[in-house]
């Protein structure tokens, strides 16, 4: 898979949006986000944002979706559809997000990850994130450990906009 340099990242713009979101939902995960949890998740203005990876057709290859909560960015969900993967999306999608955190005042960031999630705990240690703690069996179907990652030392600049 050549990488995607000409991608974009942007934000979702309308509720009919979060089609694209889903079916890469869908594809990526055993017990995927539904609409009412985006649409409920989204009503939550000011704090929560999603971001989309899309070719300059529009296909949306990913997403990332993220809260802003006061120095704090949680990064919630991220998946690429799996004939894309490994071609630099994940990081673009980090790359961007940690960018719109600074600028919406965040100084640190926080996810969870699946113990086993190699792919991903890998494309996150390459971004800075360390793990600091374990929650046990945290996961259902299957059950499994939760690994917390922290980054530290975002730089801070200020602005409005994701
Ligand atoms: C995790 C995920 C988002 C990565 O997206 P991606 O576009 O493939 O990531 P990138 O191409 O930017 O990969 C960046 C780095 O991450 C690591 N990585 C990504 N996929 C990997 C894999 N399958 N195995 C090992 N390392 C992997 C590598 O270090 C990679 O760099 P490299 O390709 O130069 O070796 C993708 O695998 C995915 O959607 N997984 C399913 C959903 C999921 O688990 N999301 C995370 C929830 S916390």
């Known amino acids: 898979m050549p990488p995607h340099a ?9 509720l009919e949006q979060i089609d694209d979101v889903l079916a890469i939902e869908d594809a990526s995960f055993i017990n995927p986000w539904t609409r009412q949890m985006y649409e409920s998740d989204l009503a939550n203005r000011g704090v929560s944002h999603i971001v989309v990876a899309r070719t300059p057709s529009g296909e949306a290859l990913g997403f990332c979706s993220f809260w802003i909560v006061l120095d704090e960015l949680h990064l919630n969900n991220l998946a690429v559809l799996p004939g894309h993967r490994r ?9 961007h997000v940690l960018a719109a955190a600074c ?27 360390l793990v600091s703690a374990v929650r046990r069996q945290y996961y259902s179907q299957p059950v499994e450990d939760a690994l917390i990652l922290w980054r530290d030392g975002l730089p801070q600049i200020s602005s409005t906009r994701a």
Do not use: C
């Not at 919406?104 to 494309?123: P, Q």
């Open 87 to 95: 071609a630099g999306v994940g990081s673009r999608l980090v790359e």
């Open 103 to 129: 600028r919406l005042g965040a100084t640190k960031a926080t996810l969870e990850v699946r113990r086993s999630n190699d792919a991903a705990i890998r494309l996150y240690t390459r971004w800075g994130f």
């Open 6 to 14: 000409d991608i974009v990242i942007v934000p979702i713009e309308s």
